[in-house]
Protein backbone atom coordinates (compact mmCIF):
# COMPACT_ATOMS: atom_id res chain seq x y z
CA UNK A 1 0.00 0.00 0.00
CA UNK A 2 1.42 3.23 -1.11
CA UNK A 3 1.63 6.27 1.51
CA UNK A 4 -0.46 9.45 0.07
CA UNK A 5 2.48 11.81 -0.09
CA UNK A 6 0.26 14.67 0.69
CA UNK A 7 -1.87 13.12 3.63
CA UNK A 8 -1.09 15.37 6.82
CA UNK A 9 -0.24 13.35 9.75
CA UNK A 10 0.45 14.59 13.59
CA UNK A 11 4.37 13.04 12.93
CA UNK A 12 7.20 15.93 13.88
CA UNK A 13 8.27 15.21 10.09
CA UNK A 14 4.82 15.85 8.12
CA UNK A 15 4.62 17.85 4.91
CA UNK A 16 1.85 19.67 6.72
CA UNK A 17 3.98 20.97 9.79
CA UNK A 18 4.46 24.49 7.17
CA UNK A 19 0.86 24.19 6.64
CA UNK A 20 0.11 24.52 9.89
CA UNK A 21 2.86 27.63 10.71
CA UNK A 22 0.53 29.12 8.06
CA UNK A 23 -2.52 28.99 9.72
CA UNK A 24 -1.08 30.42 13.07
CA UNK A 25 0.62 32.76 10.85
CA UNK A 26 -2.77 33.70 9.96
CA UNK A 27 -4.69 33.76 13.23
CA UNK A 28 -1.66 36.24 14.85
CA UNK A 29 -3.81 39.47 14.25
CA UNK A 30 -6.26 40.69 17.03
CA UNK A 31 -8.36 41.56 14.65
CA UNK A 32 -8.77 38.07 12.57
CA UNK A 33 -8.94 36.69 15.88
CA UNK A 34 -12.07 39.23 17.30
CA UNK A 35 -13.91 37.88 13.58
CA UNK A 36 -13.51 34.41 13.81
CA UNK A 37 -14.82 34.65 17.33
CA UNK A 38 -17.72 36.58 15.66
CA UNK A 39 -18.21 33.83 13.38
CA UNK A 40 -18.11 31.09 15.20
CA UNK A 41 -21.97 30.20 16.00
CA UNK A 42 -23.14 32.47 12.86
CA UNK A 43 -22.91 34.45 9.71
CA UNK A 44 -22.84 37.81 9.50
CA UNK A 45 -22.24 40.44 6.25
CA UNK A 46 -18.97 42.88 6.32
CA UNK A 47 -21.19 46.20 8.22
CA UNK A 48 -22.41 43.53 10.54
CA UNK A 49 -19.32 42.04 11.45
CA UNK A 50 -17.23 45.54 11.27
CA UNK A 51 -19.51 46.88 13.98
CA UNK A 52 -19.18 43.51 16.14
CA UNK A 53 -15.31 43.57 16.05
CA UNK A 54 -14.66 47.51 16.04
CA UNK A 55 -13.04 48.25 12.75
CA UNK A 56 -14.04 49.82 9.47
CA UNK A 57 -15.51 47.88 7.18
CA UNK A 58 -13.09 47.90 4.64
CA UNK A 59 -10.65 47.14 7.05
CA UNK A 60 -12.37 44.26 7.86
CA UNK A 61 -13.13 43.28 4.09
CA UNK A 62 -9.09 43.29 4.38
CA UNK A 63 -8.94 40.77 6.62
CA UNK A 64 -11.37 38.73 5.58
CA UNK A 65 -10.37 38.75 1.92
CA UNK A 66 -6.86 37.35 3.81
CA UNK A 67 -8.88 34.43 5.84
CA UNK A 68 -10.96 33.52 2.95
CA UNK A 69 -7.14 33.03 0.80
CA UNK A 70 -6.69 30.84 3.32
CA UNK A 71 -9.57 28.85 3.79
CA UNK A 72 -10.47 29.71 7.13
CA UNK A 73 -14.16 31.70 6.07
CA UNK A 74 -16.26 31.19 3.20
CA UNK A 75 -19.37 32.88 1.52
CA UNK A 76 -22.19 33.20 0.45
CA UNK A 77 -24.23 35.95 -1.48
CA UNK A 78 -27.89 36.72 -1.00
CA UNK A 79 -28.87 39.40 -3.49
CA UNK A 80 -26.45 42.42 -3.19
CA UNK A 81 -25.44 41.29 0.23
CA UNK A 82 -22.15 38.69 0.87
CA UNK A 83 -22.54 36.97 4.14
CA UNK A 84 -19.29 35.38 5.85
CA UNK A 85 -19.06 32.45 7.86
CA UNK A 86 -16.63 29.85 8.84
CA UNK A 87 -15.58 27.14 6.76
CA UNK A 88 -14.93 24.19 9.61
CA UNK A 89 -15.03 23.93 12.74
CA UNK A 90 -11.09 23.89 13.05
CA UNK A 91 -10.61 27.43 13.32
CA UNK A 92 -13.24 28.19 15.76
CA UNK A 93 -11.52 25.39 18.03
CA UNK A 94 -8.18 27.21 17.56
CA UNK A 95 -8.97 30.48 18.48
CA UNK A 96 -10.90 28.76 21.21
CA UNK A 97 -8.25 26.82 22.49
CA UNK A 98 -5.75 29.48 22.03
CA UNK A 99 -8.24 31.80 24.78
CA UNK A 100 -8.31 29.23 26.51
CA UNK A 101 -4.32 28.83 26.86
CA UNK A 102 -4.72 32.42 27.45
CA UNK A 103 -6.73 32.45 30.37
CA UNK A 104 -4.44 30.22 31.92
CA UNK A 105 -1.92 33.11 31.93
CA UNK A 106 -4.20 34.99 34.75
CA UNK A 107 -2.97 32.94 37.46
CA UNK A 108 -5.74 30.74 39.32
CA UNK A 109 -8.23 28.33 37.86
CA UNK A 110 -9.71 29.54 34.73
CA UNK A 111 -12.93 30.22 34.05
CA UNK A 112 -13.22 27.14 30.68
CA UNK A 113 -12.05 24.66 33.97
CA UNK A 114 -14.55 26.27 36.19
CA UNK A 115 -17.46 25.39 33.57
CA UNK A 116 -16.54 21.80 33.24
CA UNK A 117 -16.57 21.44 36.36
CA UNK A 118 -20.86 21.99 36.21
CA UNK A 119 -20.95 19.32 33.85
CA UNK A 120 -20.44 21.53 30.24
CA UNK A 121 -18.11 22.36 28.72
CA UNK A 122 -17.66 26.42 27.50
CA UNK A 123 -19.25 25.71 24.69
CA UNK A 124 -22.43 24.67 26.26
CA UNK A 125 -22.13 21.01 25.71
CA UNK A 126 -22.57 18.21 28.36
CA UNK A 127 -19.33 16.76 28.51
CA UNK A 128 -19.31 12.92 27.88
Known amino acids: MH???????LSVDSQCVELAVE???????????RIILALRDTELPVNELAEVVGKSPTAVSQHLAKLRLGRIVATRQEGTRVYYRLENEHARRLVTDAVFQAEHSLGGVPAHHRVRMTGQDPAGQVDA
Open 3 to 9: EDKKACT
Open 23 to 33: VFSMLADATRV
